[in-house]
């Protein structure tokens, strides 16, 4: 069982910036692919970001591209969601998720073998 614990995430005004981290419980982190995806109250649960087990290749929603990025850390075994240019509109809550297949990032959540209890992003207009 891997757990996935976020944190990172906080009441901003839109423009400001956070950055989210998400820290796995297993040795096998470096293996894995990971995503971060949003849920609205309201809404559908939304893919954000995921990036490969080498952090080599990285996909965006259309909605973030160029002011979030992914990243990770495998020596930590932790993933990070910079989230720069803030809008009302990313408000939600943000989940970590880990794809245990090693395939390339993927935006279906259906992929991902795990998943962390999420971390709440407010943004004030």
């Known amino acids: 069982q891997v757990q996935l614990v976020e944190s990172g995430g906080g009441l901003v005004q839109a423009g400001d910036s956070l950055r989210l981290s998400c820290v796995a419980s297993t040795r096998t982190f470096g293996s894995y692919a990971m995503g971060w995806f949003r849920q609205a109250p309201g809404k559908e649960r939304e893919f954000v970001a995921a990036?490969?087990?080498?952090?080599?290749?990285?996909i965006y929603a259309d909605s973030v591209k160029g002011r979030f990025t992914i990243s990770r850390d495998n020596t930590k075994n932790t993933v990070y969601l910079q989230m720069n240019s803030l809008k009302p509109e990313d408000t939600a809550v943000y989940y970590c998720?880990?794809?245990?297949?090693?395939?390339?990032?993927?935006?279906?959540?259906?992929?991902?073998?795990?998943w962390g209890q999420g971390t709440q992003v407010t943004v004030s207009s």
């Open positions: 998720a880990a794809d245990i297949s090693r395939g390339r990032p993927s935006q279906r959540g259906p992929q991902y073998n795990y």
């Open positions: 990036i490969n087990w080498s952090g080599t290749s990285t």
